[in-house]
């Protein structure tokens, strides 16, 4: 019998951006409480992420009592103000209306991307749904791309790893809940998990794209990550890793805490 935990939870305040290690991790309605809670746009207020702008990875965000600073190298720390008006933004085929955050951290990442850059962020009147084909109760979503959390496994990057000449670590994949005392790839199986207070549903397997070949400490590409993936956990024209899925009730999930599954595909 597997005895499933939390190994490792992720908070991403900043679309694309590092990724926070966390030991607690809030959910409102919407989804992790400040995941892709902010998002760089250009300027057409389309979002950018590191599938184009590698150097997105080396921005790393600090978060204090809601209140988002940025760092880079080479870049002094900036602390990010409250909004002044609204920004029409598109994520993927999604548009909607969001804060711009002026224009002092808007000349901050044009100077370290190297691109015309503007950040925005959530308000209580952003919304956004879910794909309809696979969510039917008006689950919302932040920045993120397509729903509010991500699930993955230790156990199957443990096995993608023994493909590679050496171990990559978990945040090349973005996840929010990493789960370990599984097997290799049981996540694909899972239908839905309860976890203290919450349930997941997992809808939808993760499509990937070449962010997973980007080193998260120095933005380089390897590319030997999503050529492993190709060989290894390919269908069709695309390869997956780990599981798109949201969330039914509120709550904070913790590092350690036990993990049950309620039913299975």
């Not at 694309?16 to 809670?37: C, K, M, N, Q, T």
């Amino acid at each position: 019998m597997e005895s499933l935990h939390i190994s490792a939870l992720y908070l991403h305040p900043l679309k694309s951006a590092a990724a926070l290690a966390v030991e607690e991790l809030p959910y409102d309605e919407r989804g992790p409480i400040f995941d892709r809670h902010w998002m760089v746009v250009d300027h057409n207020g389309k979002f950018r992420s590191q599938r184009h702008t590698q150097k997105m990875c080396l921005i790393v965000p600090e978060l204090q009592a809601g209140v988002l600073a940025l760092a880079a190298p080479s870049m002094p720390r900036i602390e990010v103000g409250q909004p002044s008006e609204l920004r029409e933004v598109t994520v993927w085929a999604d548009t909607l209306n969001a804060g711009d955050c002026g224009d002092a951290v808007a000349d901050w990442l044009t100077t370290f991307l190297g691109v015309s850059s503007r950040l925005v962020v959530l308000t209580p009147q952003s919304e956004r749904l879910v794909d309809r084909h696979y969510a039917g109760n008006d689950e919302t979503v932040g920045f993120a791309d397509g729903f509010p959390s991500l699930i993955a496994t230790q156990a199957s990057l443990d096995d993608l790893d023994q493909y590679m000449s050496s171990a990559v670590d978990m945040r090349r994949f973005r996840p929010n809940i990493v789960i370990s005392g599984s097997t290799p790839y049981a996540e694909d199986q899972w239908q839905r998990l309860r976890i203290g207070e919450l349930e997941f549903d997992l809808v939808k397997p993760c499509s990937r794209c070449i962010i997973p070949s980007i080193d998260p400490d120095t933005g380089e590409k390897q590319l030997v990550v999503n050529q492993a993936l190709m060989t290894h956990r390919r269908r069709g024209r695309e390869t997956y890793f780990g599981q798109n899925a949201v969330h039914r009730g509120t709550g904070s999930l913790r590092v350690g805490q036990a993990v049950e599954v309620i039913s299975e595909k």
